[in-house]
Every structure is written in C-alpha cells, then in structure tokens.
C-alpha cells in the first residue's frame, strides 16, 4: 500500500518520519512492492524521474553544470532511499505488537524496474540552457520541463520575457547591438562568413522549431590571434558550450560525441584550436553530420544508448581543411585580418569584447531572442538555398538572415570548397589539367598513369607513390558523375576492350542562383544600421 501519510501502527500511533512526510511503501512483498514503487514514481510526491535512451534517468548538477544521468540499480536504491520511506512490518514474539520496521530497497527489486519495457513518464529529449523554439513558432521561457519539446530548461540567464510580436525599435536595438556593436570589428574573409557566422547564433534556439540534421561549422584563419576562439566565446558566454580536446583516433572522438550528448546540457560542442594545417577528415564526423540519432554502446558495458543529435558542432583552427565527405557538410567561416601579430589590434567598437561578455551575455542572448521572434512573427519565410540533406536548415536560415539584411549566406560554398577541401581541390586541379592537356577523348586509366602531363596532379597513394592503373581506376569509378568544381567524370564503354574509358565531362549549363540580394522587411521596418 502506499500513501503520503505514515499508516498507523498496531498501537494506534503516527511513526516519526525523518526530513518530514514522505510516500510510504511496504516491501515486505516484491511483487506488491513493484508495483508501488512503480506508482511513487509516477506521482507528484518525488522528484521527477524521466525516460531517456531506452531508460530513467535524472537530472542532476556537476561542478553548477546540469546533467542527465542514467539510472543503474544502486543510482534508483539510492533514490528510494532519500525519497521514499521503505518499510516491513513485524510482529514481536513475546507482546504480539505489529510493528513497521525500516528497509530498504532490494537492488534486485531497482534492477526488476528498471527492466520494465514501458513507462508512463516523460520522455526527456535532452536540457537547455537558453530559451528554445517550439515546432509552432512559440518560445519555450519557463524554466523546468516542456512536454512540447521534452526539453528541461535550466537557463544560463535571466532574461525579461521575450515578446511574441516585438516592435520595431526593440528589433532595432537589437540588430544594432548584435552586427553594429558586437560582430564589426572581426575581419571577415568574404561577407558569407560574416552571415555564416551569424546563422550559427540562432541554431541553438531553432533545434526544436526545424527538423533534420545540421552542417558542421568550421572557424579557420591564416595565423593565431584571428579572433577564432573569441568567436565561440560567444557561443559560450549566451548558450553554453562544451569543450573537447581534438582526440587521437576515431575511438576516442566517438567516446568523446557519446559523452557530450548522453551527459551535457551545452547546445554547443567545440573542438578548439586543431594542429595548424590540420585537415579534417573521418567517416565517423560524416555520418554524425546526417543523423538525428546517435547510437553508441556505453563505455564498460554492453549497453548501447540512442540519443538526439542535437548540437551545434564546431571547430577552430588555423588553415583547417576537410577531407573525405566532410566538405559538403560544412558551413565555413573564415578571418584574415591581413596583417602582423593580429593579436594586438586595438579600436574595436567594443575595446574588450571577452570582458564585455562577461557582463553583457545576458542582454547579447536577449538580442539574438528578440530577432528570431520578430522573424517568426513576421512568418518565418524561407529562402530557396539548398543543401542535400541540410536544406530545411539551409533555407529557414537563409530566410532569417534575408530578413535580417546580412547578405551572404552560403553565396561562395563552391569556392569555399574547391580552397578549403582537400578532395575537391585536388581532384579539381587533376581534372582541370586533364581537360586542358589530353582533351575529352576517352583515355584508359594506364593511359593517365603513363601521362607526362598529368605526373604532378594525378592523385597520389597516401606515401606520396602513384597508383596503379587499377587503383586509379577504383578511384575513377567510385567518383563517376560527381562534379569538382565545374568538371565531372564520365564513362564510355569500349566494346572491343570489353571496358570502361574515362573522359572529363565540363557542365555546360548555368547554375540556379543559391542566394539572394539583400532584401526585405527589415530595410524598410530596422533601417540601415551597417
């Protein structure tokens, strides 16, 4: 039986509960205690327990941090033990009295639950630490637990409430502090990487409003002191981000992804400061980029957990590169401030922006929450900017930032890729010089091997030697109808040779524009502020 008043004795007396009145449940019988316990659970009289991966779990602090933490049989005894009041009853020998006897939970009782295959509580798809959109446009801005979205709110910040339809003056102070105040002064390569940049403020607060998988973002430069880490200071200052050294192997960054998403609250993870030169290259990254789902077996155990991708992941480094995949699913922001020691550059709008933060993150956060409300009551219109598999981010972005008068978004991602990818670039200057050389006839691979012409940019094996004509081959046909740049390759079957001839393939039609020019609500409602 269980009741949130302690039952009376055989003596008709109230037993004392220590730290007040707890749920009461006799355990004297395991099958009537699971099912009680099962109900205490359930029930308003104990702290909130959740399903998450497949299990229960909690929510719990490390060094001021939230975290979730899943329950194992001594974490669910432990809980009982502090939360509810677990009892037998005896019968003394020589009086007869009834008595209840204080006793614990058996772990083999907790291990029972925690077996059970359904529940009726909430499921918890993860924390937040800063207000986030729901899928109908509203704001989720009280904190603790949201059924809408399964996300607990633990915010950084106390923030005003955020309007629903904000006015034209608070949209503009709110810009003006974000691109006039804030973000001037980093030396931005192009102007896409300014937008790129400040797409990547507002996917914290949309994880929940789009559905679908995110790009990486990668933060580069030329030389040290570019502004790189300053930029995901912000990140750090208005949403919060977790930080990870680059690992030594694939092992090692899939127990470091895992830890991050089963453990963390930070909606941004970043991977600071990569060798210069570094180029970033592994399947493990590139499957991460296009699942809302990660699947991993628990470190010491054979328990596998799935959870929500839903972070922001980032990456700094000077001269960074991707290899592999990696460049189709990457959104570059680039610096150059063209200049020596970068470091000591002074006149910033804002002289010391880490300090600045420090004070300020709050009404920075508010800013950024204000614009994407304003965006949505104006009817979070998308733009036509594709992306495979991140279009639906692509767009709805694109169409915030258009609103938003920061022209650029994702206007230069082939350039960008052809410089910054490994692949593209290479296999770009191996096509460009095969066109120009030997022309569009169809070549055995033996041929290209043997080619003066192309000795110094035919792809290499990775200790620098030249393929084979049969490796070269493999890579030839494992790359059929994918373009570099504006060149693809393309197949003629021989019929005599009874195989495949290669030849280049130059697009000869015109590209459907990616961008707009800047246009939209807010030259006519925000004025200029640039």
């Not at 328990?303 to 001269?319: H, I, Y």
């Not at 970068?342 to 709050?362: C, E, M, N, Q, Y």
């Not at 094996?461 to 070269?472: I, T, V």
Request: hydrophobic share 35%.
């Amino acid at each position: 039986m269980t009741t949130t008043v302690p039952p009376q004795n055989a003596t008709g007396s109230q037993p004392r509960v220590a730290g007040g009145a707890k749920p009461w449940v006799h355990v004297g019988n395991e099958a009537d205690a699971l099912d009680d316990l099962v109900r205490v659970m359930r029930s308003d009289d104990v702290p909130s327990l959740y399903i998450r991966s497949g299990g229960l779990c909690w929510i719990t602090e490390d060094e001021g941090r939230p975290v979730i933490r899943q329950l194992n049989p001594d974490n669910l005894r432990a809980y009982f033990a502090e939360h509810v009041y677990t009892y037998k009853t005896t019968k003394d020998r020589e009086s007869g009295e009834v008595k209840e006897v204080r006793m614990p939970v058996m772990r083999q009782t907790c291990a029972t639950i925690l077996g059970r295959q359904a529940w009726s509580l909430p499921r918890l798809a993860g924390l937040a630490t800063s207000p986030v959109l729901r899928r109908d446009g509203s704001l989720v801005q009280d904190a603790g637990y949201d059924p809408a979205t399964g996300l607990y709110l633990v915010p950084m910040h106390t923030l005003p409430p955020i309007p629903e339809n904000p006015g034209v003056d608070l949209l503009r102070w709110a810009r003006d502090l974000l691109l006039n105040k804030v973000l001037p002064d980093f030396p931005w390569v192009k102007r896409s990487d300014r937008a790129q940049y400040v797409a990547s403020l507002f996917v914290p607060l949309m994880r929940h409003f789009i559905s679908g998988p995110t790009p990486m973002w990668i933060i580069t430069a030329g030389a040290p002191g570019s502004g790189k880490t300053l930029l995901t200071t912000i990140h750090k200052e208005i949403h919060g981000m977790g930080d990870a050294p680059w690992p030594e192997n694939d092992a090692e960054l899939r127990k470091a992804i895992t830890a991050n998403l089963r453990d963390n609250a930070e909606p941004v993870i970043t991977f600071d400061n990569l060798p210069s030169g570094f180029t970033v290259r592994t399947a493990l990254l590139a499957d991460l980029m296009t699942k809302a789902t990660w699947r991993d077996r628990v470190l010491g155990s054979s328990e596998t957990v799935t959870m929500p991708n839903n972070r922001l992941w980032m990456f700094t480094g000077n001269n960074l590169r991707t290899g592999g995949d990696l460049g189709r699913r990457t959104v570059w922001v680039r610096l150059d401030p063209d200049c020596p020691n970068p470091d000591r550059r002074s006149d910033f709008a804002i002289g010391d922006l880490d300090v600045w933060l420090k004070d300020h993150s709050t009404e920075l956060l508010q800013a950024v929450l204000v614009l994407l409300r304003g965006w949505v009551a104006a009817g979070a219109t998308r733009s036509d900017v594709r992306m495979g598999s991140f279009s639906p981010w692509a767009s709805a972005l694109g169409g915030l930032l258009k609103w938003l008068d920061v022209p650029g978004w994702l206007e230069d991602r082939d350039a960008a890729m052809a410089q910054m990818d490994e692949e593209t670039e290479e296999w770009h200057g191996f096509l460009s010089t095969w066109i120009e050389t030997l022309g569009d006839a169809p070549r055995k691979t033996g041929e290209l091997v043997l080619s003066s012409e192309l000795n110094e940019v035919i792809p290499r094996l990775k200790n620098g030697d030249l393929p084979s004509a049969k490796q070269l081959g493999m890579w030839i046909k494992s790359r059929e109808g994918r373009y570099y740049g504006d060149l693809k390759l393309a197949s003629k079957y021989d019929s005599n040779l009874k195989s495949n001839r290669w030849h280049v393939v130059r697009y000869g039609g015109s590209k459907k524009a990616t961008s707009e020019p800047p246009a939209g609500p807010t030259q006519g409602e925000l004025g200029d502020a640039e």
